[in-house]
C-alpha cells in the first residue's frame, strides 16, 4: 500500500475553505484515494473518495492532479464542527479489507 | 438502517484476564473488520472478516482472535490481558455493493488496570 504523507495539524478560522493535501508518491495505477474524518472517541466518517481529476459530494471536495502523487481534500466554508482529525488513505478500491491509517491531519477551526 | 453498534461502550479489566467485545455490522453488509487505536499507534488494522472467514490479519500477536458468525455479527476477544492493550477498538462493516466504503461504529474503549 502506497505510502501517505499529511500536516500533522492545522488551524483555521470558521467560514473559511480549508485545502489539506495529501502525498502519495508511490500511488499504484489501481489504487483510489479517500478521505476519512474521526471526531474524539468516534470511529471514522467517510468523507470522499477519487482516482482522479476532481470529486464533489455535499461535504467536500477531491482534486487530483493528473500525476496522481498528491491530493487535496477541500472543505468549504468550515465550522466549529469540522474540528477533527483528517485521514488521507491510498489503496485498492477494496474499502474493508486493511484500511491503512496514518497520522492524520488534527484541524482546528478557531471562532 | 442502523449503523454499526459495539457493545459494551466502556470495560474495565484487569492485567492477565481475557476480554470479548462484539460488533453488529449494518444490516446486509457482511465484511466486518477490527482496528485498536491508541495515542501512541494510532489506528491499526487487526484483521477482518467475510462471510465467517477470516481474509485479512494484521500484525497483532496471537492473544488477538475474532470470529464472525452467520448473521454477520463479529466478536474479538483478546487473552491474557497486557497494560499496552488499553486502547479504543473499532468495527467496520462494509457492503459488497459499495466496498469501498467502510462503515465504523463508535468503538469500544477498553482499559486494562
Known amino acids: 500500500l502506497a505510502k501517505t504523507t499529511q500536516p500533522i495539524s492545522m488551524d483555521s478560522y470558521e467560514g473559511q475553505e480549508v485545502n489539506i493535501t495529501c502525498s502519495h508518491n508511490n500511488i499504484a495505477t489501481n489504487d483510489y484515494i479517500t478521505w476519512y474524518q474521526q471526531f474524539p472517541s468516534q470511529g471514522p466518517r467517510f468523507i470522499i473518495q477519487?482516482?482522479?481529476t476532481k470529486v464533489t459530494n455535499e461535504v467536500a471536495s477531491l482534486f487530483i492532479p493528473a500525476d496522481r502523487k498528491s491530493s487535496t481534500l477541500s472543505l468549504p466554508r468550515v465550522s466549529l464542527s469540522d474540528t477533527a482529525v483528517y485521514y488521507c488513505?491510498?489503496?485498492?478500491?477494496?474499502?474493508?479489507?486493511?484500511?491503512?491509517f496514518g497520522t492524520g491531519t488534527r484541524l482546528t477551526i478557531i471562532p | 438502517k442502523a449503523g454499526v453498534t459495539q457493545t459494551p461502550r466502556y470495560l474495565i479489566k484487569t492485567r492477565g484476564q481475557q476480554v470479548t467485545l462484539s460488533c453488529s455490522p449494518i444490516s446486509g453488509h457482511r465484511s466486518v473488520s477490527w482496528y485498536q487505536q491508541t495515542p501512541g499507534q494510532g489506528l491499526q488494522f487487526l484483521f477482518e472478516y467475510f462471510s465467517e472467514t477470516q481474509r485479512n490479519k494484521g500484525n497483532f500477536p496471537g492473544r488477538f482472535s475474532g470470529r464472525q458468525f452467520s448473521n454477520s455479527r463479529s466478536e474479538m476477544n483478546v487473552s491474557t490481558l497486557e497494560l499496552g492493550d488499553s486502547a479504543l477498538y473499532l468495527c467496520?462493516?462494509?457492503?459488497?455493493?459499495?466496498?469501498?466504503?467502510?462503515?465504523f461504529g463508535q468503538g469500544t474503549r477498553l482499559t486494562v488496570v
Open positions: 488513505l491510498v489503496g485498492p478500491n477494496f474499502g474493508n479489507e486493511k484500511l491503512t
Open positions: 467496520a462493516s462494509s457492503s459488497t455493493d459499495l466496498p469501498e466504503r467502510a462503515f
Open positions: 477519487g482516482y482522479k
